[in-house]
């Protein structure tokens, strides 16, 4: 879920063809077959990755290796010349729409350049497929672990990272992924960063709402000449809109391009009652939008076999100028059971990691809501991996990255927990970060008092099936 946040302009790089856990953990518990398999064994038919230009940030420090895997992914993975023997394994947040491109990794490497620069390998996969499915993605993520240790070199330690809608894949390949064939964990810690954690059935509740009093305010989405259509599908699965289009229809109701002094005053209106009654700020509103209407398209029609897993049924809606006549008003829609069952299948988190898990996030995140922390903690306790997993946060109220020093000061923690057993605390870890400035640039933010609110506090909650 980066939502659709643009990435900035990247370099576009010609591609060739194209363990066990410290003494402080907790016990695994037993996990169902279902949710945890052994490692598949790496198919035969997988090439090996050709060398290839670094990004220009890295070509002094690290060489780079690419290719494309058997199920179409492409992947880049970079090796730093003082190398710590760590692998990085990325799974990139999105998702992106449409078939993979190369360049998709050469952007991911880019912004995590930081993790190369500190001396980790890193490894990213484009994923298969565009769209939104969790398991597809940690496969890919683990299949390309499997050519780096066949065809590169065998790492010390694994560290699994995601981000924003990756931490959800990250989080499913750490319970798909638990062994290798020969028994060991193919994965020794996950790090998950400004994370979409409580998956797919929950994660996503407040865009349908979006959607709903989007349309009871503005009327364009669709237009009361075009057909209609269930706005818990996001568009018909033929409809021919673009991103443009409907930032088009955005601006025309609310006044979006303009500064909030520009808008009409029936615009300001109608934009502060989407602030209020969804609680996000205005600038994120045309992401989630993009969100609810082409990704939430591709889980209908792609994922869940045409039926919603999206549902506002037992929504009370609040702080509207008029909240009666708003809750009179929305459209309700009930989430069909089955595809609620399909979709947490694929996306939903069960909380039975065998392995360390830290993560951070901005409390100020505008995508990925700081109360989905506080839902991953509770799956996580119920799965039974709740003293495996240790929480951070920062001041920072940005998404897709946080800052230079943020990330090594994690990695640190987390590879001192597993070597050592050392379970770090949120206060350890902000007094750590400091020291990383003078290499990395400032940036250390965090708040080791901050205890996220319950998702309830911030979505709004509803029938379930």
Known sequence: MTATQPYPLMTRLGLAALASLGAACAPVQPTPPSAARTAPALATREAAPTATACPKELAAVARCLAGQDSAGAYYLIAIPQQWNKVLVMHAHGGPTLGAPKAERAVEDLERWSIMVRAGYAWAGSTFRQGGV?????????????????????????????????????????????????????????????????????????????????????????????????????????????????????????????????????????????????????????????????????????????????????????????????????????????????????????????????????????????VELDAQFKATMEQGGSGARLVQTFTRHNGHSYLSDPTYPTLMTALLRWVDEGAKPTPEGIAQQCPANEAAFGKGCAFLPAYVPAPLASRVYERERP
């Open 133 to 369: 499915e969790v398991r597809a993605a940690a496969e890919d993520t683990e299949r390309l672990r499997q050519i780096f240790v066949q065809h590169v070199a065998q790492p010390q330690r694994t560290i699994l990272h995601g981000q924003s809608w990756g931490a959800g894949v990250a989080a499913k390949g750490a319970e798909m992924f638990q062994r290798t064939a020969d028994g060991k964990r193919p994965y020794d810690a996950v790090l998950l960063t400004s994370g979409v954690l409580a998956g797919g059935t929950r994660s996503y509740d407040f865009r349908t709402d979006l959607r709903v009093v989007y349309q009871y305010l503005c009327g364009n989405h669709p237009r009361p000449t075009e057909v209609a259509y269930p706005l818990n599908t996001g568009l018909p699965h033929d409809a021919a809109m673009t991103q443009g289009d409907l930032q088009a229809r955005l601006n025309e109701c609310l006044g979006l391009n303009k500064p909030a002094a520009e808008r009409t005053p029936e615009q300001q209106r109608k934009v502060q009652t989407i602030v209020e009654v969804i609680r996000i700020p205005a600038s994120s509103i045309q992401g989630h939008m993009n969100w609810a209407t082409f990704h939430m398209r591709d889980v209908v029609h792609h994922r869940t076999g045409g039926a919603s897993p999206f549902g506002n049924r037992g929504v009370v809606y609040k702080g509207s100028a008029d909240d009666a006549a708003l809750n009179a008003g929305v459209l309700r829609y009930r989430a069909d059971p089955k595809a609620v069952a399909r979709f947490a299948e694929d996306t939903d988190p069960t909380g039975r990691i065998p392995v360390p898990v830290l993560t951070v996030k901005g409390v100020d995140d505008p995508t990925a809501f």
